[in-house]
C-alpha cells in the first residue's frame, strides 16, 4: 500500500530500494530554503543493517502489509527479549537490536503489538509513554527563569531525560517512549 512519507511512522515496515526495512526513527526537517523532508532510520529486516533515507514530504513509500499481534513482554536474557502472544500464549524470542533504545523502557508484563512479516517478528511497538520513578535529578539552580528550563534527570531505567525543576529524585513521572521526552507528572 502507498502511503505519503510524511505518515511514515515509527515501527512501521516499509519497501525501499526491493529490500524491508523497519523505521526506528523519523525526523522531519524544514530547511531555510526549500520544502520539507522526513530523514528516517531503518534497520533492513533480514540483514539487521542500519540505513538512512530522505524524502520530501510528498513523496511516497510503500508501506508493506504486516500482521500485528497483541503481546506481552515477559522476560530478557542478556540481548534476548521474550513476548507471548496473548492470544495463542505462543512464546518467542526477538534480538535486541530489532527493538533498538526503546527496550530500556519494557517493563515486565507489558503490553505491547509485535508486527510479523511471514511469520517472522520484525518490530516491537510500544505503548506512547510509560510512568517511571526519578532516581537521580540536578539541583534547581538559582536566578535561572521558570520558563523553559529543564534539568537532567536519571530514570530508574538508567535513561536520562530533560525534567522540569520541581521534578525530583522519587518522583513519578510519565515519559514519552518514542523520543525520551517529558510528558507529566504521574497521577498516582
Known amino acids: 500500500m502507498k502511503i505519503q512519507a510524511n505518515t511514515i511512522r515509527g515501527g512501521m515496515v516499509i519497501e525501499h530500494e526491493g529490500r524491508q526495512w523497519s523505521v526506528l526513527k523519523i525526523q522531519l526537517l524544514?530547511?531555510?530554503?526549500?520544502?520539507?523532508?522526513?530523514?528516517?532510520?531503518?534497520r533492513d529486516v533480514a540483514s539487521g543493517n542500519k540505513s538512512q533515507a530522505r524524502w520530501r514530504t510528498a513523496d511516497t513509500v510503500e508501506k508493506l502489509d504486516v500482521r500485528q499481534h497483541d503481546c506481552q513482554f515477559l522476560f530478557q536474557d542478556g540481548d534476548t527479549y521474550t513476548f507471548m502472544d496473548t492470544?495463542?500464549?505462543d512464546q518467542f524470542n526477538v534480538p535486541g537490536e530489532?527493538?533498538?533504545?526503546?527496550?530500556?523502557?519494557?517493563?515486565?508484563?507489558?503490553?505491547?503489538?509485535?508486527?510479523?512479516?511471514?511469520?517472522?517478528?520484525?518490530?516491537?511497538?510500544?505503548?506512547?509513554?510509560v510512568t517511571l520513578?526519578?532516581?537521580e535529578a540536578d539541583a534547581v539552580v538559582k536566578g535561572q527563569t521558570a520558563s523553559s528550563s529543564y534539568k537532567p534527570g536519571k530514570l530508574e531505567n538508567g535513561v536520562k531525560v530533560?525534567?522540569?525543576?520541581?521534578?525530583?529524585?522519587?518522583?513519578?513521572?510519565?515519559?514519552?517512549?518514542e523520543n525520551s521526552s517529558y510528558v507529566e507528572r504521574a497521577k498516582d
Open 30 to 42: 524544514q530547511p531555510g530554503k526549500g520544502g520539507a523532508f522526513i530523514q528516517v532510520e531503518m
Open 87 to 89: 492470544q495463542t500464549y
Open 98 to 129: 530489532l527493538i533498538g533504545d526503546k527496550a530500556a523502557f519494557l517493563q515486565d508484563n507489558m503490553d505491547v503489538t509485535v508486527d510479523f512479516i511471514e511469520g517472522k517478528p520484525v518490530s516491537v511497538n510500544l505503548p506512547q509513554t
Open 133 to 135: 520513578t526519578v532516581v
Open 162 to 177: 530533560m525534567i522540569p525543576p520541581f521534578v525530583e529524585a522519587g518522583t513519578r513521572i510519565v515519559v514519552n517512549t
